[in-house]
């Protein structure tokens, strides 16, 4: 799933604000991965890939209806994934994260959405597109927090210009 990863991540890092029921996908892809490792019934029952697409495209349809809503649990998701991979993916170790710290991170993640959707969109779906691709790479761990902070603020960078210059989004 690594090259799948790094493309979901990819896509999300750059256009995630432009393509936000891409970002719910995403996230929905994210979700039905975590779920297809955890759950014993969801592992017997599907495919290792198959049900992380069905729950993505679930998602990225859910978004199209109802497009605010979807985008907040997303940014919940997204605020949790953060949270709860950093440590892993930087240091190698399971995360120490309580759950209360990671409930918390998503309703700040979804709060900040509602504040003000356009910036916290981008820069949730830059930290998980950056998080997704960096998890991809085979680097040391002093390297992988750097390309996160590199990549995190070449999406950002990229989505403002695409905002800038491309055509607005009817929201």
Do not use: C, H, K
């Not at 896509?11 to 779920?35: D, E, N, T």
């Not at 979807?70 to 998701?77: K, P, Q, R, T, V």
């Not at 761990?141 to 210059?165: D, K, P």
Request: no cysteine; aromatic share 16%; hydrophobic share 60%.
């Amino acid at each position: 799933m690594g090259v799948i990863d790094f493309v979901v991540g990819f896509i999300m890092l750059v256009v995630g604000r432009q393509a936000y029921p891409f970002f719910v996908g995403g996230m929905g892809y994210i979700l039905g991965g975590f779920l297809m490792e955890r759950v014993p019934i969801i592992r017997a029952e599907f495919n290792e890939i198959l049900f992380p697409l069905v729950v993505a495209l679930l998602a990225g349809l859910l978004s199209l209806a109802v497009q605010r809503v979807a985008a907040w649990i997303a940014g919940f998701l997204s605020g949790v994934y953060l949270v709860y991979m950093f440590p892993i993916i930087v240091r190698g170790v399971e995360s120490q994260s309580p759950v209360w710290v990671l409930i918390l991170s998503g309703i700040v993640a979804a709060a900040l959405l509602v504040a003000s959707f356009d910036f916290f969109m981008v820069a949730l779906s830059s930290g998980t597109g950056a998080l997704m691709v960096v998890e991809t790479l085979p680097t040391e761990a002093f390297s992988v927090a750097v390309l996160f902070i590199v990549f995190v603020f070449f999406g950002m960078i990229a989505q403002y210009i695409i905002m800038q210059y491309g055509e607005p989004y009817p929201d």
